[in-house]
């Protein structure tokens, strides 16, 4: 009996976990097609482009051999990022709500805070422009350049990544606690079950701040604009994924809409209490909440540009401060 019950939970996951994937190649061609496209007035890219086609084509071009003082593990950061993502929605599903070291707000936080810092290491451990070394200033015969520091045009990107996890994302996870204020519980379970019972924590004051809040560390998660600061066009074209070629910038397309719909489904649980399962009709609503994230950051993305750290810096303190509202709303 417990035998089958375990494999029942395996191939449920394993289900649930395919289909959820397979939407979330749709994502990001859905968001240009239908939002960006439409708004700027164009035809677009089918809606299999940006995450379908695009991996594809990758897979099959050459590969590069970065310069980069560990390569390896610069390779192999994309993947990271897409087993973070993998984890994160596992930890999403019912079926593992039996293993509370994973499915709590805790390894949550945690697996964000590990798809956060691979950007540091991206933007750090890149040593190249284009494929080519090429560090800055050139050394030429006859030019010296006393007392400049050497630098490489990534190293930008990684600053400004460590700036973003250090303050940037702290609205996210203070939405993320928020729940907690209602369920007395960091456990997704308990979020879930306190939920069904009572009713979704969207629909309380505190629980309307803290979905706003939210979205915008919804929008700083996913680098988009106005917070894409960590790949500004103008001077390091796509930040930390700049040198990633062939098959690694293929995960890292894929990664993207991953993430666009586990974040969608972590909303789900956390304020509407459904946890994403094939088995269940329930799993659309979480198809719902996801579309309409994408749909929100697309629409609020094509009308606004990147901000600049004096920008930046206020809109965060003031998500930063209606979080703190949010929690505390829920604890009265």
Known sequence: MFESTVLYSILAVAV?????????????GIERKYIHARIQQRIGPPVTSPGIMAPIKFLYKKNIKPSSPVPGLYKILPIVCFL??????????????????????????????????CYVLMGALSKSIMSVRMPFPDRVKGAAHLNTTRSF??????????????????????????PVTQARSIFLQDIVAYQQAHGPFLFTVAGGIAAIVFFIGYMIILNEYPFSIIKAKCDVI????????????????????????????????LFIGIPP??????????????????????????FT????????????????????????????
């Open 153 to 178: 045009i990534e190293d930008i990107s990684a600053r400004r990544s460590l700036r973003m996890i250090t303050y940037g994302s702290f609205p996210m996870y203070l939405a993320l606690f928020a």
């Open 16 to 28: 649930t976990v395919v289909i959820c994937f397979l939407i979330s190649t749709l994502l990001p």
């Open 84 to 117: 973070v993502v993998l984890c994160l929605l596992i930890a999403l599903t019912p079926y593992a709500f039996a293993i509370p070291a994973l499915a709590s707000l805790v390894a949550v936080v945690g697996l964000l805070k590990v798809e956060e810092i």
């Open 238 to 269: 796509e930040g930390p994924y700049m040198e990633y070629a062939s098959k690694y910038r293929s995960i890292v397309f894929i990664t993207r809409g991953f993430l666009m719909f586990t974040l969608g489904v972590l909303f789900s649980v």
């Open 305 to 332: 540009p990147v901000f600049t750290n004096r920008q930046l810096l206020p809109t965060i303190i003031g998500a930063t401060l209606l979080g703190i509202l949010a929690i505390v709303l829920g604890l009265l």
């Open 277 to 302: 399962t094939i088995f269940s009709p329930t799993i659309l609503i979480n198809i719902f909440v996801v579309l309409v994230f994408v749909f929100m950051m697309g629409i609020f993305s094509a």
